[in-house]
Structure formats: C-alpha cells, structure tokens
C-alpha cells in the first residue's frame, strides 16, 4: 500500500515538474536587464539553498529515537471509539517512560496533558500500527490523556488519566 502510495505521488510531481518546465520552456520572455536577471538568479539559488539547509536541520531530530533497556517502564495505550485502555495507570516519576500506542478501529490522537491542561507530547494512535513515544515526567500528580484526532461523535469523551509518583 505504502509504495503504491509513493508511486503514485512520485508520478504526479513528475507530472507537475513536466508542466511547469513546458510551461517555462513555451512562454515569451519579457526583456529583463542583465543586472536583474543576475540578482534574481542569486536569490533563488540562496532560497533554495536556504530551503535545503532548514529542511535537514529541522527534521535531523525525527524520527525520534527510542532508547529502550531491559528497565524501561512500557505502558500499553489501546484506543477505540470512544475510550482510552491503559494497562498501567501508577507510572514513574523521572524516568523515561515508552508508550506504545494503537487502536481498535480508526485513527486516534493520544494526547497526554499534565493538571494546567498543557500538551505534554502526543502521538497518533492508528490501527495495525504500534507508535512508540517516550517521555519522563518530571512532576509527580495526575495526567490526563485526551483524543486530539477527531474520530466520531464522542470524540471529545475520549478521556482517561494516570498518575505519576515517585518511588
Ligand atoms: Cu478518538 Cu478523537
């Protein structure tokens, strides 16, 4: 399914890219002085430079990585219309903590905010995958985990809680 998806998407920015430089190729040219043509050629180039480099820098930290040990608390997440399952509902205070996130039947959003209402981190919930997302509560209380993808009627009851403790 997936690749399917990628061909098709690779075939319609080929097509994009083959009208474009049809376009581009079949247009007149208004008269342009040198000096302007020069100075525009430069600034697209240090935009597309520009678009580069901030596009690497700003997803070098995704997929984000999950260190897992041996010791690693785990907390099953299973979603479903409309409620939350969490197989561990004490977790640790200040140690990395791995949610494993999926869902009965359509796409969900786990969303877990601490008392003030704050989204603390979230991660999409979707059936036939397991999304992981680690977090390490630093501040002992209670949690609530709410749906931040729209998914149906009660979409808005999609509400549970855990609390964090410390050892
Ligand atoms: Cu589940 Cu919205």
């Given at each position: 399914m997936q690749m399917t998806v990628l061909a098709i998407s690779v075939g319609l920015m080929a097509l994009i890219s083959f009208v474009f430089i049809a376009a581009i190729r079949s247009g007149g040219r208004a008269p342009v002085a040198k000096n302007i043509e020069r100075r525009r050629s430069g600034l697209i180039l240090a935009m597309l430079v520009a678009g580069i480099v901030i596009t690497i820098a700003s997803l070098r930290?995704?997929?984000?990585?999950?260190?897992?040990?041996?010791?690693t608390p785990t907390v099953n997440v299973t979603g479903g219309q409309w409620y939350w399952e969490i197989d561990t509902t004490e977790l640790p205070l200040g140690i990395p903590v791995v949610f494993n996130a999926h869902t009965v039947d359509v796409t969900h959003g786990f969303g877990v905010m601490d008392d003030t209402g704050k989204l603390l981190f979230q991660v999409q919930a979707m059936p036939g995958y397991v999304n992981q997302v680690q977090y390490a509560f630093d501040e002992p209380g209670n949690y609530n985990v709410v749906c931040l993808e729209y998914c149906g009627l009660a979409h808005h009851d999609m509400i549970t809680e855990f609390t964090v403790t410390a050892n």
């Open positions: 930290p995704w997929p984000q990585a999950v260190a897992m040990t041996a010791d």
